[in-house]
């Protein structure tokens, strides 16, 4: 992440999402547990460092978004609200279980061969 870009704990983006914890930092990537003011829920915000988020590079990512929702893979969890200019900050939406369901899966270590 760039140094301009460093969202806060309680710091409201796009006027509805309220950010709670941190989830994950990955790269270009800080992910946060939000409250969505508008629809009362909690989400997790992926949101990208502005710095890496120029307008060709999110239009692919939106693309291959697209692309992959089209394709109905099963068991692939993909962000939602991703559109084709990028946002400012660049953000999408993903379930919250998904973050701490590989973090679960991690914790509990190797998965046996037959569960797999």
Not at 27 to 54: E, K, N, Q
Request: hydrophobic fraction near 45%.
């Amino acid at each position: 992440m760039s140094t301009s870009f460093s969202p806060q704990i309680g710091e409201r983006l796009a006027g509805r999402y309220e950010l709670m914890s941190p989830l994950r930092s990955d790269g270009a990537v800080r992910s946060f547990l939000a409250l969505d003011h508008h629809a009362g829920l909690d989400v997790a915000l992926m949101l990208l460092d502005p710095a890496r988020a120029h307008p060709n590079a999110w239009a692919a990512f939106a693309r291959i978004v697209a692309a992959a929702t089209a394709g109905k893979i099963a068991g692939l969890v993909l962000p939602q609200g991703v559109i084709g200019a990028p946002p400012v900050p660049p953000f999408c939406l993903a379930e919250p279980q998904t973050f701490r369901g590989f973090d679960q899966l991690r914790d509990q270590g190797p998965m046996p061969w037959r569960r797999a």
